[in-house]
């Protein structure tokens, strides 16, 4: 007996831009700790680039 290829369809009423917003919702939410967690280190680094610039300006007076 061979087995019979599974076909599925579904039908989204929904425009386009809707739909992407929807799905970019339900990843940030199944994700929001990492997601957190990257916002936190970016900042940080940004924080420590600018506190470094800094003291090289000071020193250059």
Request: charged residues 25%.
């Amino acid at each position: 007996m061979s087995k019979k290829k599974l076909n599925y369809r579904f039908h989204n009423p929904n425009p386009d831009s809707q739909t992407a917003n929807y799905i970019l919702k339900v990843f940030l939410e199944s994700n929001r700790p990492k997601v957190e967690n990257a916002v936190q280190q970016a900042a940080q680094e940004v924080q420590a680039g600018e506190e470094t610039e800094h003291e090289t300006i000071t020193r250059a007076m």
